[in-house]
């Protein structure tokens, strides 16, 4: 972050914004969720209950994927779209601070769990598609689909395994 006062940085920020094209690329990305959130609903009917899209910093937009398995353990799952590295993630959340603590814990020599540092606001996060085509819709949301189902069932078994 800036060292520079709130005042000193409107200039650029002013700047920034006068073009148009941060706001109409940021509503392009919350769209892109937007459709992927629609699509998991209707993909995984009845296997997850899926919550709405949240936004509004320009760092993380994301939804939330729970079931009951998941909700025994206070987890759940978000595809995260990632603003500053504009990739797609797969992070593992707990309910609060504490149960995503005992989860980081209990899960640091799994491959997906840095040991050293847990995350901000995950027990893990994993990169879904490190190199999105965003301007092929249909390519993006078929590859984000073929990661997430390639790894929710190896974190499910890998969380039994551990609780």
Same mark, same amino acid.
């Not at 992070?91 to 609060?96: H, K, N, S």
């Not at 040991?115 to 847990?118: K, L, R, V």
């Given at each position: 972050m800036s060292d520079k006062r709130l005042s000193t940085r409107i200039s650029a920020y002013r700047?920034?914004?006068a073009s148009g094209e941060i706001q109409e690329t940021y509503q392009d990305l919350v769209g892109i969720i937007q459709s992927l959130r629609?699509? @998991?609903s209707k993909r995984y009917q009845g296997e997850f209950t899926v919550a709405n899209v949240?936004? /509004?910093y320009l760092d993380f +937009?994301? @939804?939330?994927?729970?079931n009951d398995f998941l909700k025994k353990r206070q987890l %759940?799952?978000?595809i995260v779209l990632n603003h500053r590295q504009a990739n797609f993630e797969l992070?593992?959340? /707990?309910?609060?601070k504490g149960v995503q603590i005992r989860y980081w814990e209990m899960l640091k020599g799994v491959k997906w769990v840095n040991? #050293? +540092?847990?995350p901000e606001y995950s027990v893990f996060d994993v990169v879904l598609l490190a190199h999105p085509d965003f301007d092929? =819709? %249909? =390519?993006?949301? #078929?590859?984000?689909h073929r990661a997430f189902g390639l790894l929710w069932q190896e974190i499910f078994n890998t969380l039994e395994a551990c609780s």
């Open positions: 700047e920034v914004l629609t699509e @998991f949240l936004h /509004g +937009t994301y @939804f939330y994927l729970q %759940k799952l978000a992070w593992l959340l /707990g309910q609060t040991p #050293e +540092t847990m092929n =819709r %249909k =390519r993006l949301s #078929e590859s984000v």
